[in-house]
């Protein structure tokens, strides 16, 4: 073969492992969404902590490349730096490392100065519950119902936890749908939460929450934990990370360990939990019919989880004396996006009452939403594991 004859074929060889040779029309609408998913993060400001390592890894995992080349880049390659990474997803050790920042960052005084908010925590996780029948009756095997329900908790690191473990299949869309019905609590809650009050409900002022002393925040993790575990095992990882976590931020001994719990492993979890959840929506496993239907359930779920938590409150209302009831506007604080749908509750109980503020009022439900979730989780583990 003579030289120019080399260089040609050599050249051709190139362009077979290029992405323009071995690009899909699916791997372009891919890419497209994570182009989307970055928009929404940078331009409207909707969980850019989450949504822009979601958005370039979609756009990561979809860059086309010869499958048979033996070059160990892509995500589900074995040896590849993307592979490498995925395990954290796959073998579940990401999601109770970002419970232990959580806990690390969470102050749960005003769960314990008013105990009777955990019901709102657990009344949000009927969502959950609701899709998975749905789930059942459009044909998904009970494993991978359970899996798609747990979106309604509005929860990314449960959903992932749950999902690696009974329907690893569709890990990568719940994990997105969650993620992605995190960032739109704001557009999908608010509206929800007008059309169930009444105006006269959204002005309800609440007495200010009790001095809470530094022996119960620091029994509350400890006892927190041997309540839930005894109950439900099968949640320890999630839930010994989380009440982990908040024992060294209360303990007053260990502010250091809660500060890297909090800050920087928590941020480099969420960089390589994001990055590899969104490699992991290839066109080929991620645009199919289910994915619509997760998509749909998820959705649903969410906002059942959101409506049960603003009528459960207006249900205890009718039980409570007129100078103790509960503004329904931190109903919808029982999902588990902490501490955004909290802050919710807070904007809209400002916008009919600028005196109003809600948010310490909503941490309480919303920090139960968290160990709730983890609890749900941990129940559809030990019933489907």
């Avoid at 190139?14 to 331009?43: C, D, E, H, Q």
């Avoid at 969502?127 to 009756?137: D, K, Q, S, T």
């Avoid at 007008?194 to 993790?221: G, Y």
């Amino acid at each position: 073969m003579g030289f120019i004859e080399f260089i040609t074929s050599k050249f051709f060889d190139f362009l077979s492992y290029t992405g323009f040779a071995n690009a899909t029309i699916p791997n372009i609408i891919m890419i497209i969404v994570g182009g989307i998913f970055i928009w929404l993060a940078i331009r409207k400001d909707f969980e850019p902590l989450l949504l822009v390592p979601i958005g370039l890894g979609i756009i990561l995992g979809n860059i086309p490349f010869k499958a048979d080349a033996g070059l160990e880049i892509g995500l589900y390659e074995d040896n590849s730096v993307l592979n490498i990474f995925y395990q954290g997803v796959r073998q579940g050790w990401y999601p109770p490392l970002v419970f232990l920042g959580i806990g690390a960052m969470t102050d749960f005084s005003s769960l314990i100065s008013n105990p009777k908010l955990v019901l709102i925590g657990a009344a949000a996780q009927f969502g959950i519950f609701g899709a998975y029948m749905v789930a059942l009756a459009l044909g998904f095997e009970p494993n991978q119902a359970a899996g798609i329900a747990i979106i309604g908790g509005a929860d990314g690191p449960t959903a992932i936890f749950l999902s690696s473990k009974l329907c690893p299949n569709l890990m990568g869309a719940i994990a997105v749908c969650a993620y992605s019905y995190m960032a739109l609590v704001p557009v999908i809650q608010p509206p929800l939460m007008r059309m169930l009050t009444t105006k006269k409900e959204r002005v309800i002022h609440m007495k200010p929450t009790r001095h809470v002393s530094q022996t119960e925040r620091i029994l509350f993790p400890i006892i927190g934990l041997l309540l839930t575990t005894f109950l439900v095992p099968s949640g320890l990882p999630l839930l010994g990370m989380l009440f982990f976590g908040n024992l060294l931020k209360e303990s007053g001994k260990t502010t250091r360990l809660a500060k890297t719990a909090g800050s920087a492993l928590n941020d480099i979890v969420v960089i390589l939990l994001g990055l590899t959840v969104g490699c992991s929506t290839q066109a080929s496993e991620f645009l199919t019919f289910n994915t619509i239907k997760i998509f749909i359930l998820g959705a649903m779920a969410f906002i059942i989880a959101s409506a049960s938590g603003v009528l459960f409150v207006k249900l205890m209302n009718l039980f409570l004396p007129e100078e103790k009831k509960i503004n329904p506007l931190i109903g919808n604080a029982g999902v588990s996006a902490v501490p955004m749908s909290a802050r919710i509750s807070n904007n809209i109980g400002l916008e009919y009452d600028r005196h109003n503020f809600l948010l310490m009022h909503a941490m309480g439900p919303n920090v139960a939403g968290v160990i709730g979730s983890a609890v749900a989780a941990g129940t559809l583990l030990g019933f489907f594991s």
